[in-house]
């Protein structure tokens, strides 16, 4: 069976009309069920078409008492065998068939045609012509529609008297005036921001609390400097006791080099009688050494008494010298522990020149430390942040105990002074609006006005890009300069503004850029300005 694919009514081009149209294909005439400008569909057809076959047909429209006939081929789009139905759409239409469907389509769709026993006729409506000059006769009319007659007339002159006022009033104020809807009281606020990373300790007034300048406001517990705190003091704690330490060494040392000192002392003494004691024992042998050497050389006495003499005299020799050796050891060793040596035998063991150099770097270490500790302390009381100005707390962003880090608001505070109207304006109307001006605020939540005089002008603030030293481009519709107003004091007092209230401002205009404020000011206020 073939494919059936439902469009849905919004995919669909063209208007199917069910006003029957004449089909004829190969000599036999069908009757269409709806046709359109995009195809036909008929039914009870007696051949078999393939799917997407091209076929040559020839469309009559039986209209009055013709038949309008023209050519077309269509491709085939559905068949049901079941109810022998055919579904085709028109291909390669000229426009004269196209011009001929889409006018009988249009005239049936609005009903100027109509299909009567499957012919299409013209529907005629009579029309009655009205007559050209009236017949009725002349009533006199009540005095109700006379007064009525008159007071509509009368609204109408007001109304007209009303919209012109309007419309005066309307050019007046875009011409001679600058109205701004973009304007707050305003007073100076400032965020106070966490210098440094901790936790919110203490948190000194509540919101709305009123401060003096340089009272506490907020005290922050730094975690980092905390521990940079107590990481210095244990620090300082061991420079003091390494520093202590040496000088406990040094003072060992100090007796140890004493208690040597007088061994040593005690050393040399004895070795030096016993060098004097050997110094005469050897000169009485070499004495007796040349004495026994004479008698045996007339052979008084035998020759190996002079040898043994000369082996006591040889004898001798050696254990002066070897004292005279440890003597000079000791000497040396007295002059090495003048020097601050300690030896252990031959060995060096401590130094006191050492000892005295490290004590010395360590108690420059521990001044280090300490200036070190002092500055961290010093640094340790900025913590507390304090009021730059006399005002009012607004509000406290954390509560006390909550993490806070550097560059994060915790406060939102206000200065205590005069109320100011800020007013944001474009390019165009700030070039209207002079310094020193007069102005009106109207506050709409109030239904008051009040009188205001400018204070300064700032055209290029909506040019500043914040952390660049470019500015940055606006166009012509934003709102970039900043026109500030203080309130007159005669309408200060006891006006009840609220920073934060939007308001409008009314500036008078100082000149105008449009041709019609141009012209007005030059021929009808009779100005000396340039058109």
Known sequence: MTEVIHESSSRRRYFRLTAPIRVTYNGKEYLTENWSLGGFKIHEIDFVPEKDAVLEFTLGIPFQDYVLSAGQCARVVMYNPEEKSLACEFIEMNIRTSEMLKYFSDCLISGEMASIDHIIRHIDIPVTPPPMVDTRPRQDQPFKVKLARVMMLLFYLLLGAGIITYALTTVYSHVFRVHVDTAVVSILREEVVSPVNGVIERVYLPAGGIFSKGQPLLEIKN???????????????????????????????????????????????????????????????????????????????????????????????????????????????????????????????QNRDDLVSRIKAVATEVKLKETELESIK??????????????????????????????????????????????????????RVSDREEAVVYVPSEERHYKAKVMSIDRTSGFENPGDVDFRWRSSSDRSAVVKLELIDSAQKDHGLRPGLPVMVNFKSSTSDNSVGRFIRKYILREDIDI
Request: hydrophobic share 40%.
């Open 223 to 349: 975690r980092e400097m905390l521990k940079m705190r107590e990481r210095a003091e244990m620090e300082l704690e061991r420079a003091k006791k390494n520093l202590a330490f040496e000088q406990s060494n040094l003072s060992a040392l100090e007796k140890k080099i004493a208690l040597y000192k007088n061994i040593t002392a005690a050393r040399i003494s004895s070795l030096s009688h016993k060098v004097t004691g050997l110094t005469k024992e050897l000169e009485l042998a070499e004495k007796d050494y040349k004495r026994q050497f004479g008698l045996a050389d007339v052979n008084a006495i035998s020759r190996s008494k002079a040898e043994q003499a000369e082996s006591t005299m040889v004898e001798l020799k050696r254990t002066l010298e070897s004292t005279q050796e440890d003597l000079n050891i000791q000497r040396h060793t007295m002059e090495a522990l003048n020097n601050g040596l300690f030896f252990s035998g031959i060995k060096v063991e």
């Open 378 to 431: 010093r640094n340790y009381s900025h913590e507390i942040i304090r009021a730059p100005f006399d005002g009012k707390l607004l509000r406290v962003v954390k509560s006390e105990g909550n993490l806070i880090k550097a560059g994060e608001p915790v406060l939102f505070i206000e200065k205590n002074g005069k109320l100011e109207i800020v007013a944001f304006l474009t390019q165009r109307e700030v070039s």
